[in-house]
């Protein structure tokens, strides 16, 4: 069965700092790969996505950038932290075939405060 | 663009009792898929149930269904036999077919009373 892993699970940071959060995906291979982020109180916003290696499509520009450096792996980054950085980012993967998406599953988060 | 809206931020049911959790949605595609998604005090994201626009027959996993409206761009979740665990916020999203995108809406906080 696939499963997803988020760490580090909690992060608190100053303004200023840089950010590295990684996500890994087991039991599939070539998989959709997403982050998104919540807000307190609020829906998921996509950040980015990514249907293979080194490819990587940005929906909100900001402060943020992802990279995608082997197939089951996805790291969120960035090199300035900002306040408005803070809140909860999931990563998710979905396969792909035939011109359809699957289900996106989640992982478990980590929750990310800039102080 | 396609949007998704949940217009009850808060719902609360008595345990046992049944609960309609609303979700409409605005989109011009004719192919797409639709879902809800809980989560709990954890955090995480657990999807209960998938409709694929196409399907006319509403999906049904076990305690929870759907009352999808096409025409009407309803997509509404039933819960029967509610149990305490199932508080948490519910998120009902949307997706068209072939997109990478998933828009979610705001969200439905649940209680569940024991």
């Known amino acids: 069965s696939q499963t997803i892993h988020q760490w580090p699970a909690t992060l608190v940071q100053p303004v200023g700092s840089p950010l590295s959060l990684e996500c890994t995906v087991e039991?599939?291979?070539?998989?959709?790969l997403y982050w998104y982020r919540q807000a307190a109180g609020r829906g998921l916003q996509l950040l980015f996505y990514?249907?293979?290696?080194?490819?990587i499509s940005s929906e909100v520009p900001q402060n943020l950038s992802a990279s995608r450096p082997q197939d089951r792996q996805f790291i969120l980054s960035s090199k300035k932290l900002l306040l408005s950085d803070s809140g909860f980012y999931l990563c998710?993967?979905?396969?792909?075939?035939?011109?359809?998406?699957?289900?996106?599953?989640f992982g478990p988060g980590t929750r990310l405060t800039v102080l | 663009a396609q949007t998704v809206t949940q217009s009850q931020p808060e719902m609360s049911v008595q345990e046992a009792e049944t609960v309609t959790l609303s979700c409409t949605y605005d989109?011009?595609?004719?192919?797409?898929?639709l879902f809800w998604y809980k989560q709990p005090p954890s955090r995480q994201m657990i999807l209960v149930i998938r409709?694929?626009?196409?399907?006319?027959q509403n999906a049904t996993e076990n305690r929870f269904s759907v009352n999808f409206q096409k025409a009407a761009k309803s997509f509404s979740l039933k819960i029967s036999d509610s149990q305490l665990g199932d508080a948490a916020m519910y998120f009902c999203?949307?997706?068209?077919?072939?997109?990478?995108?998933?828009?979610f809406g705001a969200g439905t906080r649940l209680f569940v009373k024991a």
């Open positions: 998710a993967w979905s396969v792909h075939w035939e011109g359809r998406t699957d289900t996106q599953y």
């Open positions: 039991g599939t291979s070539n998989p959709n």
């Open positions: 990514s249907v293979g290696i080194g490819q």
């Open positions: 989109t011009s595609e004719s192919d797409y898929y």
């Open positions: 409709q694929e626009a196409y399907k006319q």
């Open positions: 999203a949307y997706r068209r077919t072939g997109g990478f995108k998933t828009i």
